[in-house]
């Protein structure tokens, strides 16, 4: 059975830090391009970053110079750490991973992130 965990969520002031972990288990971690996603209210979910096994990683522009995406494929976790934060980055945070060669898609159960005074 697959599973992935979030945490790292919660509530920062404008221009504030956090910073997201996901745990995976139930599939071959290294097998598996690893992403973050978010879904605000009233809007579609989009992507954020990814990073693949071999390290390439792909940032949405909103986020690019502020978010950090890494993963440790001993310990099965991908990590988003994010800062310069703004009050358009809020919305519910959810962790993805997709095998490189079926395209099986698994996702997490979300970690909401607000940004506000």
């Known amino acids: 059975q697959v599973q992935l965990v979030e945490s790292g969520g919660g509530l920062v002031q404008p221009g504030g830090s956090l910073r997201l972990s996901c745990t995976a288990s139930?599939?071959?971690?290294?097998?598996?391009?690893t992403g973050w996603y978010r879904q605000a209210p009233g809007k579609q979910r989009e992507l954020v970053a990814t990073i693949v096994s071999f390290g390439s990683i792909n940032y949405a522009d909103s986020v690019k110079g502020r978010f950090t995406i890494s993963r440790d494929n001993a310990k099965y976790t991908v990590s988003l750490q994010m800062n310069s934060l703004k009050p358009e980055d809020t919305a519910v945070y959810y962790c993805n991973v997709e095998h490189r060669y079926s395209g099986g898609v698994y996702w997490g159960q979300g970690t909401q992130v607000t940004v506000s005074l």
């Open positions: 139930g599939i071959i971690f290294s097998t598996y391009k």
